[in-house]
C-alpha cells in the first residue's frame, strides 16, 4: 500500500510562513496528480491546491497569490508553502495523492493522517 506523512504544521501568527511537506512510501509506484485538502471545524474539506506529474498546478481563489505548491518527483514528496497566513487558513491540512501500484497494477487513491495548522496572535 502507498502511504502519505504530512509534516510541518504548526502555530504562526497572522502573516506568517509555514511549510508543509508530504512524503508518499511504498513498495513499487508511480505517482499522478498530488494535492493538499484542508478542513476547519464545523466546515466540509475544501481543496487548496494540485498539481500533476508534469507540473501543472491549480489552487482556491482564497489561496491564489499567498500559497505555493511543488513536488520532487525522484523523492515523491510534494510540498505546500504557505505565506501571508491569516486566521481563516486555520485547519486540519490533509495531503493527498493518487496513482498506479505497479506491484499490482491497480490505481491508488491515498490520504494522509493530517497536520494541524493554526494561525493565531
Known amino acids: 500500500q502507498v502511504r502519505l506523512v504530512e509534516s510541518g504544521g504548526g502555530l504562526v501568527q497572522p502573516g506568517g510562513s509555514l511549510r508543509l511537506s508530504c512524503a508518499a512510501s511504498?513498495?513499487?509506484?508511480?505517482?499522478?496528480?498530488m494535492g493538499w485538502y484542508r478542513q476547519a471545524p464545523g466546515k466540509q474539506r475544501e481543496l487548496v491546491a494540485t498539481?500533476?506529474?508534469?507540473?501543472?498546478?491549480n489552487y482556491a481563489d482564497s489561496v491564489k497569490g499567498r500559497f505555493t505548491i511543488s513536488r520532487d518527483n525522484a523523492k515523491n514528496t510534494v510540498s505546500l508553502q504557505m505565506n501571508s497566513l491569516k486566521p481563516e487558513d486555520t485547519a486540519v491540512y490533509y495531503c493527498n495523492a493518487e496513482g498506479l501500484d505497479t506491484s499490482w497494477g491497480t490505481d491508488f487513491r491515498s490520504w494522509g493522517p493530517g497536520t494541524q495548522v493554526t494561525v493565531s496572535s
Open positions: 498539481i500533476t506529474s508534469g507540473g501543472n498546478t
Open positions: 511504498g513498495r513499487r509506484f508511480s505517482l499522478n496528480a
